[in-house]
């Protein structure tokens, strides 16, 4: 009986989980089929932050590989608005921690790791870089999206 219970159990959370699954949305097409390599390093100046580049120029609406480099001796969360939502996140690998909100990755101490997205549409906002012990003080870049010459 416990036995049959504890597998009506997994049954009923697998098919939540099917259902919940089956309810996002599919990313439309890419306007390229060119995936982009592009390095974001962070370091750090006094107990602040700095990500290179502080430009960060993108294709909107495309696939893009970010490899991302630390060589800060502390954690530091990178954030974009609306970018690294569950739907346009491709892939993480590496010292890279999605955070809970969202809202950004957690790069670990001296991390490395790749990210593939899916960018949003053509624009600017800014990006940022913080780190944990310094949250009132970010580093602050551009994120420029553009459309794909193509």
Known sequence: MRYGLLGLSALAVTSFATGVVAQSKPLPPASSDVMPPVELTIRMEGDK??????ELKLPANTNV???IV?????PVTITAPGQFENANV????????HVASEKGYLVKQNGKGVLRIRTL???????????????KAP????????DPAG
């Open 90 to 97: 491709l892939h993480a690998d590496g010292d890279l921690v």
């Open 49 to 54: 932050p700095v990500c290179a580049p502080a």
């Open 139 to 146: 580093f602050e870049g551009k994120l420029v999206l553009t």
């Open 70 to 74: 630390s060589q800060a001796a502390e």
């Open 65 to 67: 590989e970010l490899h």
């Open 121 to 135: 549409k053509a624009g600017q906002e800014t990006y940022a870089c913080t780190s944990n012990r310094n949250q």
